[in-house]
């Protein structure tokens, strides 16, 4: 399947601007920290590094969702990961990689998944945050208008994932439709003539042959 990615701003009042900085700063800490201790010790494996801290940052960040720091704990996985193979290689010269930012990834438990991909149109999202569950408005535009017509159509499916991130003091809501490839009916067939000494080729228009039998 083909993936497209479309961002929708999110209409943030101040109380849920700061509830959003609250997680995002958060998620950063634990991305950071385990980022910082998986290069020192060499471990690339999402798994082994959930077991070493989940229980930590449940217990120091309470207010976060219980998936949200498990994808902030995958999340510096794939970012240690990445960094140890090219120091392996030779491509980086710091000891550790600087996170300075960011993408918090609510998993379909951690955001209405369900009813969102029930509705007809869209028009808000609901995110687990510090306090319970939050609806948040939407400012949909074409591009997402025109993808979720090809969800409702059949022709695509949305992520469970649901990606929230910061830009220039701004919040977006970035959903993954992955494209369905189009069932097609075939326009021409190949023919094969296959005799002891020769093989012949042939093209046939589909279309054209029928019409012709049908005359």
Same mark, same amino acid.
């Given at each position: 399947?083909?993936?497209?990615?479309?961002?929708?701003?999110?209409?943030?009042?101040?109380?849920?601007?700061?509830?959003?900085?609250?997680?995002?700063?958060?998620?950063?800490?634990?991305?950071?920290?385990?980022? $910082?201790?998986? #290069?020192?010790?060499? *471990?690339?494996? =999402?798994?082994?590094?959930?077991?070493? /801290?989940?229980? &930590?940052? !449940?217990?120091?960040?309470?207010?976060?969702? $219980?998936?949200? #720091?498990?994808?902030? *704990?995958?999340? =510096?996985?794939?970012?240690?990961?990445? /960094?140890?193979? &090219?120091? !392996?290689?030779?491509?980086?010269?710091?000891?550790?990689?600087? #996170?300075?930012?960011?993408?918090?990834?609510?998993?379909?438990?951690?955001?209405?998944?369900?009813?969102?991909?029930?509705?007809?149109?869209?028009?808000?999202?609901?995110?687990?945050?510090?306090?319970?569950?939050?609806?948040?408005?939407?400012?949909?535009?074409?591009?997402?208008?025109?993808?979720?017509?090809?969800?409702?159509?059949?022709?695509?499916?949305?992520?469970?994932?649901?990606?929230?991130?910061?830009?220039?003091?701004?919040?977006?809501?970035?959903?993954?439709?992955?494209?369905?490839?189009?069932?097609?009916?075939?326009?021409?067939?190949?023919?094969?003539?296959?005799?002891?000494?020769?093989?012949?080729?042939?093209?046939?228009?589909?279309?054209?042959?029928?019409?012709?039998?049908?005359?």
């Amino acid at each position: 399947m083909l993936c497209r990615v479309v961002a929708v701003e999110l209409e943030v009042a101040r109380g849920l601007n700061r509830l959003l900085y609250s997680v995002e700063a958060m998620y950063l800490s634990i991305v950071r920290e385990v980022v $910082a201790y998986a #290069v020192e010790h060499n *471990i690339t494996s =999402a798994t082994q590094l959930q077991r070493l /801290f989940y229980r &930590k940052y !449940r217990w120091e960040y309470q207010g976060l969702h $219980a998936h949200l #720091v498990i994808q902030a *704990i995958r999340q =510096a996985a794939e970012i240690a990961k990445s /960094f140890i193979e &090219k120091r !392996r290689r030779g491509l980086v010269g710091k000891s550790y990689p600087e #996170v300075k930012a960011v993408s918090i990834r609510f998993t379909e438990m951690a955001w209405g998944y369900g009813k969102f991909i029930g509705s007809t149109a869209p028009i808000r999202v609901e995110l687990s945050l510090p306090g319970g569950r939050t609806e948040v408005w939407l400012r949909p535009h074409k591009r997402f208008w025109l993808f979720w017509w090809r969800v409702l159509s059949g022709e695509a499916e949305l992520a469970s994932t649901l990606i929230v991130k910061r830009r220039l003091n701004r919040w977006y809501a970035v959903f993954i439709f992955d494209i369905k490839p189009k069932k097609e009916l075939p326009q021409s067939v190949v023919a094969f003539d296959i005799n002891e000494n020769t093989v012949a080729v042939g093209k046939i228009d589909i279309k054209t042959t029928v019409s012709k039998v049908v005359d």
